[in-house]
């Protein structure tokens, strides 16, 4: 049974540069998220993939901020410019489709630091 | 805007004894409930949830509450064990209208052997 998958578990990188994670979700579920998490926080919603289609973005989730998941699998989110703010745990989420009230299931997530 | 409130940053209890977990919520429209288990540098696990159409759901030694008058869940776990300590969140989705969860920010629960 593979939970969700996450990598990398960390990335350290220099404020400006371009950081792209990759999330690999609960096979068969067809519904994929990303949260953001920050000290003393709870998680926070970013986006959401029906398949490979992107149906909601949070107004977390600037211009800088991309996510992709090309073929309904596989998601990246990638960030641009990054800036000091931008340091926190990213965690991705799926679930199955069908019923609307369904658990999401976390994987471990990408602990991002900002230099 | 915090529409998930969980008040209490920190509880201790004694092995054996009830630890009681509170949330609270603004948004009426909110009809599902979950709470999450989370252990230092893993995800959230799922624990168990509550659709707005009942008042309880139980689970082994997990029992979730819901008052949605008070806009009030708990979460009640009996007998507490050491392997509970962990950070529990509560979460809330307003099915109709999305699919994003809105969680709280967290109590963290110690189990004193």
């Known amino acids: 049974d593979t939970g969700v998958s996450q990598n990398p578990r960390h990335k350290i990188t220099k404020r400006g540069q371009n950081v792209t994670f990759r999330c690999d979700p609960i096979s068969e579920h067809n519904r994929l998220y990303w949260y953001r998490q920050t000290l003393g926080q709870g998680p926070e919603f970013l986006t959401y993939f029906q398949n490979e289609a992107q149906l909601e973005k949070s107004r977390l989730l600037s211009d800088r901020f991309s996510a992709e998941r090309p073929k309904g699998s596989f998601s990246t989110l990638e960030i641009q410019r990054t800036e000091q703010g931008d340091s926190a745990m990213y965690l991705c989420a799926s679930s199955p489709g069908g019923l609307r009230n369904q658990p999401q299931h976390f994987g471990d997530g990408t602990r991002l630091s900002i230099l | 805007d915090q529409q998930v409130k969980q008040n209490s940053p920190s509880l201790s209890v004694q092995e054996g004894r009830i630890s009681i977990l509170n949330c609270d919520y603004t948004n009426s429209m909110f009809d599902y409930f979950l709470w999450y288990k989370k252990y230092p540098a893993e995800g959230p696990t799922f624990l168990i949830s509550?659709?707005?159409?009942?008042d309880k759901n139980e689970d082994g030694r997990f029992t979730v509450f819901l008052n949605k008058s008070a806009k009030h869940l708990s979460l009640h776990i009996v007998p507490s064990q050491p392997g509970d300590s962990a950070v529990y969140f509560c979460a809330a989705s307003e099915t109709n209208t999305g699919n994003q969860f809105y969680f709280g920010t967290g109590t963290s629960l110690t189990v004193i052997p």
């Open positions: 509550i659709s707005s159409i009942k």
